[in-house]
């Protein structure tokens, strides 16, 4: 089983930045792929990024392209998700996932709530 944290969530001005980190702990050496995934009051989870701890390919949802970046530190076991340009419908609690394979997510973390005033 992997652990992992969030943090860097907070309250922000439509417009300004935040950055989200993740760290796993655990089993770490069985996950191929760390994702973000995003859940705002009464809808469903969506998917934000991924990025494969190896190589290091990237994969974005479209209402985040060109505004959000997601990066590791393999040696931190840590994912960032650097978020420019952030819009009121950004708000929303952000967890991050970690699996065998994209789009097999089976550890997620806890979340982490982010809010965009206009």
């Known amino acids: 089983q992997v652990q992992l944290v969030e943090s860097g969530g907070g309250l922000v001005q439509a417009g300004g930045s935040l950055r989200l980190s993740c760290t796993a702990s655990?089993?770490?050496?069985?996950?191929?792929?760390m994702g973000w995934f995003r859940q705002a009051p009464g809808k469903e989870r969506e998917f934000v990024a991924s990025?494969?701890?190896?190589?290091?390919?990237?994969y974005y949802a479209d209402s985040v392209k060109g505004r959000f970046t997601i990066s590791r530190d393999n040696a931190k076991n840590t994912v960032y998700l650097q978020m420019n340009s952030l819009k009121p419908e950004d708000t929303a609690v952000y967890y991050c996932?970690?699996?065998?394979?994209?789009?097999?997510?089976?550890?997620w973390g806890q979340g982490t709530q982010v809010t965009v005033s206009s």
């Open positions: 655990g089993r770490t050496f069985s996950n191929v792929v």
């Open positions: 990025i494969r701890w190896n190589g290091g390919s990237t």
């Open positions: 996932a970690t699996g065998p394979r994209s789009g097999s997510y089976t550890d």
